[in-house]
């Protein structure tokens, strides 16, 4: 049996987008922690953190992009045309923290403020929009004869808003328990209490949203509540809720450092392959699968070949980099 380039592809930019999810997510989530965080001291041990690596965190947000329009031209012109404006608002988002992230190592003490506030506010609207997006995503698009149809605001609805505010608590947790791991003495410990707080409305958001989602729309019923797929998906919120158990020990009744981190990031792993499992395989929601928005098979084998190059180099940097900078980050440390 020969390779399916298709599959491929769509592995590959889930791959991409997942990896995205789990490595920006954290220091997003830092961002996040700043409405929480009001010592300055403090707050420059947050961004120390994770200081050598954001960059190259977003790689993987630019891989799924690119690789989206290389593989799936018709879903890439579909969904930006549809999401033109959130993504935007996250693009803002995301630029604003870039600019503040640099700006207050520079800027003089008065005016530092200005700029951790415009950190914080970033990393709100970046994370925000990335759940209004995929809130939009699960709902679906109106298409026809493969061109989008929709109003430019139809991707705003209650339940967008809702995965909106939901991937906030994902994000702060992942922050949170980055800090655990990374930080010590009086920090780490306000950390540990932040981190309970934020699992608790964890739950409740993933809670609401495997309650709501499979009466969204008949496709989404049919994958969820019908049999025999109502005892094949059944086991996903088990495991959810199993990973979900663990991680409140760890974090409440343990003093394990990295452990909260590693099972936050099996969680919303777990939560992301919810996701491509209720969709699956439609990638333009709810009827346009992956082999109908597929690019023709010669562009995806010519292009798959970069992908078989760069992502092995992206991975070795990555792992390279989190290797370097491992260990506790010390109040008389800076970043430069």
């Known amino acids: ?160 808003i809702l995965t909106g505010f939901c991937l906030l608590p994902a994000y702060g947790l992942l922050g949170s328990t980055w800090l655990l791991i990374k930080t010590e003495n009086e920090l780490n410990k306000k950390m540990r209490r932040y981190s309970h707080h934020l699992l608790v409305w964890l739950g409740y958001a993933m809670a609401a949203l495997l309650v709501i989602t499979p009466f969204l729309t008949e496709a989404l019923r049919e994958r969820w509540l019908t049999l025999p797929n109502f005892f094949y998906m059944g086991f996903i919120p088990m495991l959810g809720l199993m990973q979900y158990t663990w991680l409140y020990y760890v974090i409440r009744f343990s003093e394990w450092e990295k452990w909260p981190f590693a099972i936050t990031l099996g969680l919303l792993a777990l939560a992301y392959f919810t996701l491509i499992t209720s969709l699956w395989p439609n990638i333009i929601p709810p009827d346009i699968s992956i082999y109908q928005a597929a690019a023709p098979e010669s562009s995806l084998r010519f292009t798959l070949w970069g992908v078989v190059i760069i992502v092995p180099i992206i991975l070795a940097y990555t792992f390279w980099s989190y290797h370097v900078f491992r260990g506790k980050v010390r109040d008389t440390e800076g970043y430069h």
């Open 1 to 160: 049996m020969g390779l399916d380039l298709v599959t491929a592809w769509t592995l590959v930019i889930g791959f991409g987008l997942m990896m995205y999810v789990l490595l920006d997510g954290f220091d997003l989530g830092i961002g996040l922690l700043f409405i929480a965080v009001r010592n300055k001291q403090d707050r420059d041990v947050m961004v120390n953190s994770v200081a050598p690596v954001w960059d190259g965190n977003e790689t993987w947000l630019v891989l799924g992009g690119a690789g989206l329009m290389a593989a799936f031209p018709l879903a890439y012109s579909v969904i930006l045309e549809a999401l033109y404006i959130p993504l935007l608002l996250m693009l803002f988002g995301l630029i604003i923290r870039g600019v503040a992230f640099e700006f207050r190592f520079k800027a003089i003490a008065k005016h530092q403020g200005i700029w951790d506030n415009l950190f914080c506010v970033g990393s709100v609207a970046a994370t925000f929009f990335q759940g209004v997006a995929m809130g939009a995503v699960i709902e679906g698009f109106a298409v026809e004869n493969q061109q989008y149809v929709g109003g430019a605001w139809d991707w705003l609805s209650w339940f967008s």
